[in-house]
């Protein structure tokens, strides 16, 4: 059993950064995928950036050059740094996982990912 629980939403202006992060709690497969979704009222909950247990990352198109994702494996932590913030990615972010017992790609399939946080709102105004 996983608990994912996130932090770090809030309200900026447009251009501003927020830094989101996700603690995990119980026992983490060697072989894992994470990442940050979102969902904005009334749209499905999309993808927004992957990582790897190895560390390889795959970004939406959206955010690519904007938002950058890391972890701290010690504390078991994942982080988005979200820099120059549009008033499009306001929504909710959640955190997710899913093991990846083969090596395979990460994919963004939200279906495909069996743990989650509560979410947090973020507000990016014009």
């Known amino acids: 059993q996983v608990q994912l629980v996130e932090s770090g939403g809030g309200s900026v202006q447009a251009g501003g950064s927020l830094r989101l992060s996700c603690a995990a709690f119980?026992?983490?497969?060697?072989?894992?995928?994470m990442g940050w979704f979102r969902q904005a009222p009334g749209k499905e909950r999309d993808g927004v950036v992957l990582?790897?247990?190895?560390?390889?990352?795959s970004y939406a198109d959206s955010v690519k050059g904007r938002f950058t994702i890391s972890k701290d494996n010690a504390k078991l932590t994942l982080y988005l740094q979200m820099n120059s913030l549009k008033p499009e990615d306001t929504a909710m972010y959640y955190c997710?996982?899913?093991?990846?017992?083969?090596?395979?790609?990460?994919?963004?399939?939200?279906?495909?990912?069996?743990?989650w946080g509560q979410g947090t709102q973020v507000a990016v105004s014009s």
């Open positions: 997710a996982l899913r093991w990846r017992p083969y090596g395979g790609p990460c994919r963004s399939r939200a279906s495909e990912y069996a743990y």
């Open positions: 990582i790897a247990s190895d560390g390889s990352t």
């Open positions: 119980g026992y983490i497969q060697s072989s894992y995928c």
